[in-house]
């Protein structure tokens, strides 16, 4: 379940901190009642990165695929090997 917090608990930046690295979800941050940031953990980030670049190599992947520019696994590996 995400964690909402009002931009004033911001002044307490050690409780900031150990809630970013006891969850991996984000913390929204609200501003007079309106979402204003997000806060994670670097953790929590560079995972969320991770995945995101993977999903954009696949991404890539398939639309090679769809246009028809495949090889056989034999002559892509051939190419390796020389």
Same mark, same amino acid.
């Given at each position: 379940? @995400?964690?909402?917090? @009002? ?5 307490? #930046? ?11 979800? @984000?913390? %929204?941050? #609200?501003? &007079? ?11 929590? %980030? ?16 398939? &639309?090679?695929?769809? &246009?028809?520019? #495949? ?10 090997? &020389?």
């Amino acid at each position: 379940m @995400p964690q909402i917090i @009002p931009i004033k608990d911001l002044k307490d #930046t050690a409780k900031v901190s150990e809630m970013c690295h006891e969850s991996s979800e @984000p913390i %929204f941050v #609200t501003k &007079n009642g309106y979402g204003d940031m997000v806060l994670m953990s670097m953790e929590a %980030f560079e995972e969320m990165y991770r995945k995101d670049q993977l999903y954009h190599e696949l991404e890539i992947s398939e &639309n090679q695929i769809k &246009n028809g520019k #495949t090889r056989e696994a034999r002559e892509g590996l051939a190419d390796v090997q &020389n």
